[in-house]
């Protein structure tokens, strides 16, 4: 379970201002959600390819369910243990996944996961996305590590975490349940001296992953430990 977070990386997680950033890439802007984009959230993530891949997200998923999951990210960003940010597209502007890092502050650690909506695969949104998440946890709230993973049979997302510079790990046999089923989970690293941000991943024509298996809690509830 969490501990108290530690007083020098609380500062670097949630600035003196405590005010969460927008980031952005060539083609994307990261930036907080709000209410405003619940009917948005519930419509892309309510999809039952995206729930099939991603541990917690429910299906059916309402838009109450994205409201209670928004809700939760201020206080939980000021805390200094999760920053969660909507993808949006930059031009057109569109709303098209969300990525988060959970942060584990006395170790120095984040955990990576993200979602993209159907309409927007294959596009290299969550390669460009990750990317950066990357970046604004190595060099912004200076993790030491950042860690990922995916269901066995969702390869595609293996193969964002491969773009970015991460390295498999190992696997973890039958670890979660998902629906009736039993999952492997496929396990990924990268440390901050590994980190190099590249130009820019060009869109690929493999799909890509909906999600890293352990996104986030739609429903606002609690993270069981790690």
Same mark, same amino acid.
């Given at each position: 379970?969490?501990?108290?977070?530690?007083?020098?990386?609380?500062?670097?997680?949630?600035?003196?201002?405590?005010?969460?950033?927008?980031?952005?890439?060539?083609?994307?802007?990261?930036?907080?959600?709000?209410?405003?984009?619940?009917?948005?959230?519930?419509?892309?993530?309510?999809?039952?390819?995206?729930?099939?891949?991603?541990?917690?997200?429910?299906?059916?998923?309402?838009?109450?369910?994205?409201?209670?999951?928004?809700?939760?990210?201020?206080?939980?960003?000021?805390?200094?243990?999760?920053?969660?940010?909507?993808?949006? +597209?930059? *031009?057109?502007?569109? =709303?098209? !996944?969300?990525?988060?890092? &959970? @942060? %584990?502050?006395?170790?120095?650690?984040? $955990?990576?996961?993200?979602?993209?909506?159907?309409?927007?695969?294959?596009?290299?949104?969550?390669?460009?996305?990750?990317?950066?998440?990357?970046?604004?946890?190595?060099?912004?709230?200076?993790?030491?590590?950042?860690?990922?993973?995916?269901?066995?049979?969702?390869?595609?997302?293996?193969?964002?975490?491969?773009?970015?510079?991460?390295?498999?790990?190992? +696997?973890? *046999?039958?670890?979660? =349940?998902? !629906?009736?089923?039993?999952? &492997? @989970? %496929?396990?990924?690293?990268?440390?901050? $001296?590994?980190?190099?941000?590249?130009?820019?991943?060009?869109?690929?024509?493999?799909?890509?992953?909906?999600?890293?298996?352990?996104?986030?809690?739609?429903?606002?509830?609690?993270?069981?430990?790690?």
């Amino acid at each position: 379970m969490r501990g108290t977070p530690a007083v020098g990386l609380e500062r670097r997680t949630v600035g003196r201002s405590r005010k969460q950033p927008t980031l952005r890439t060539a083609r994307l802007a990261l930036r907080p959600l709000s209410m405003k984009d619940a009917p948005e959230v519930a419509r892309l993530a309510g999809a039952p390819e995206v729930a099939d891949t991603t541990l917690r997200i429910p299906h059916p998923y309402r838009e109450a369910d994205a409201e209670s999951w928004i809700r939760t990210h201020g206080e939980e960003f000021a805390k200094g243990y999760l920053a969660v940010f909507g993808i949006e +597209r930059r *031009r057109p502007k569109t =709303l098209v !996944g969300a990525i988060e890092l &959970d @942060l %584990e502050p006395v170790h120095r650690r984040g $955990e990576l996961g993200y979602w993209i909506g159907t309409p927007y695969w294959g596009l290299g949104y969550a390669t460009e996305a990750a990317l950066e998440m990357l970046r604004y946890g190595f060099e912004d709230l200076r993790l030491r590590r950042i860690v990922a993973d995916h269901f066995l049979r969702n390869p595609a997302s293996g193969r964002v975490m491969k773009k970015i510079g991460m390295a498999p790990e190992g +696997r973890l *046999r039958q670890h979660v =349940l998902k !629906g009736e089923a039993f999952e &492997d @989970l %496929e396990m990924y690293g990268i440390l901050r $001296e590994e980190f190099a941000p590249a130009t820019g991943p060009r869109p690929s024509r493999r799909p890509e992953a909906t999600g890293a298996a352990k996104f986030g809690c739609p429903r606002g509830t609690k993270r069981s430990a790690r």
